[in-house]
């Protein structure tokens, strides 16, 4: 099965003039301020994508906000999409990063030196719906988007932001200054083209519902997908030896996941970050975000919420303050 990144990959990182020309035109006129919208290597990854980016038909692409179960999202489709080709002891989820197995659109973030020899028509990204290239909503190819109560969002990018005090990363998550943009416009981007525009084209998963009703929402995402699981293969326990596959519990105490590395290369003559991968394994629970909020905090952000989906008709699961 052909994926169509595979063939974009390389030339993702080449230098090109065009997409270095429009950035420092970008970047000389944008606003800048500490806290982030987007970062400059993300804005050139977008543009790159923008540019060069050539889905496949049968590609799907995995979209979220960070913090929102992004990794879940890719060790879930990936185990979706694979199951037929991939031995249970020898799933590359055993050994590698999620983010080894489904590259991201805009960024290249890997802990393994090699490739993953194995086509999977996947591909992730944080890029709003507004912003993806032409050649994504102009394809044939369906997206699976994932949100979470935004204020368990919140806490697992404390738990990232190491060096920023709280109350000045809440302000900034308030103001929208986050990664991938203002969360609650992000994940509405996506909400209007799946409950309006395109409900075919776009499948909207909320964290909460994958973690109370897994087997059913995976089964869902394997229908969505174009992956649906034949009755031999419920009869067999396939669904549930993917759900143990891609627990937290069983991903989060893999060796590769709680000592390798992860690297993020972000362009050309631009210098690699290094990330532990445990980083990418908080804890995943939903209402965590007692542990870090206020009550105070909790519901600023929850009058948020209700303010800006108003009339959305989109509810998430927001658990109270007491």
Not at 46 to 68: C, E, G, M, W, Y
Not at 86 to 102: K, Q
Not at 167 to 194: S, V
């Amino acid at each position: 099965m052909n994926h169509g990144s595979k063939s974009n990959e390389a030339e993702g990182y080449k230098y090109d003039p065009k997409t270095s020309n429009k950035l420092e035109e970008i970047m000389s006129t944008v606003p800048k301020r500490k806290g982030f919208w987007c970062r400059s290597f993300q804005l050139e990854g977008i543009l790159r994508a923008r540019d060069h980016f050539k889905p496949q038909p049968n590609d799907v692409i995995l979209s979220s906000t960070p913090k929102s179960g992004t990794t879940w999202l890719k060790a879930l489709a990936f185990a979706i999409t694979t199951r037929s080709r991939v031995n249970e002891s020898t799933n590359p989820l055993l050994t590698r990063l999620a983010h080894d197995c489904v590259p991201f659109l805009e960024f290249k973030l890997h802990s393994s030196p090699q490739k993953l020899n194995l086509d999977v028509p996947l591909v992730a990204t944080h890029i709003p719906y507004t912003s993806l290239p032409k050649s994504i909503i102009n394809s044939g190819c369906k997206i699976v988007y994932i949100c979470r109560d935004p204020k368990d969002a919140f806490g697992e990018e404390v738990l990232a932001w190491e060096d920023l005090p709280l109350e000045d990363a809440f302000e900034f998550f308030c103001e929208g200054f986050t990664a991938g943009g203002p969360y609650w416009d992000h994940l509405l981007g996506y909400w209007r083209r799946a409950s309006l525009e395109s409900p075919e084209k776009i499948l909207f998963l909320k964290y909460e519902d994958l973690k109370k009703k897994t087997e059913y929402w995976i089964k869902k995402m394997a229908q969505f997908m174009g992956y649906p699981f034949s009755f031999e293969e419920e009869d067999k326990g396939v669904v549930q030896k993917i759900i143990d596959l891609c627990s937290f519990e069983n991903l989060s105490n893999l060796e590769v996941n709680k000592s390798g590395k992860a690297r993020l290369d972000v362009g050309v003559g631009v210098n690699t970050f290094e990330f532990e991968n445990n980083t990418y394994f908080r804890k995943g629970k939903v209402g965590d975000w007692k542990n870090y909020l206020t009550p105070e905090m909790a519901t600023r952000l929850d009058q948020i919420t209700e303010q800006k989906l108003n009339g959305s008709a989109l509810t998430l699961h927001v658990l109270p303050n007491a």
